[in-house]
């Protein structure tokens, strides 16, 4: 990674699941457990980011809801209304990343 930074902490966690899988797909049996072991914390750390983000898409959710419900003029229900969009299409991206990256890290 000689040119190349990681500034996106997102994108640096993708990168160590990536090397994860990588290191997954070229071990063999009698390395298994050292994987597990390798695993279990990448496990616990993806539950709680993807567990965080769909709480925070559902405050937003919430928020956009009530103001798409009080809201008097005809923008402001857009705004809200845009809002609302956002939130249910981050829902289902979490909601899609839990299956994926449990096929991708077993």
């Known amino acids: 990674m000689d040119g190349m930074e990681l500034r996106n902490p997102l994108a640096l966690l993708a990168f160590l699941l990536l090397n994860a899988v990588v ?19 990448l496990n616990k750390v993806k539950n709680l980011v993807l567990s965080v983000a769909g709480v925070i898409a559902v405050i937003f959710l919430v928020i956009n809801g009530v103001k798409w419900m009080f809201a008097d003029s005809p923008q402001a229900k857009e705004e809200a209304k845009r809002g609302l969009q956002g939130a249910i299409i981050g829902l289902v991206i979490i909601a899609a990343a839990f299956p994926l990256t449990d096929y991708l890290l077993p």
């Open 23 to 41: 290191v997954a797909a070229d071990t063999n049996a009698s390395d298994a457990q050292s994987l597990a072991n390798i695993l279990a914390p």
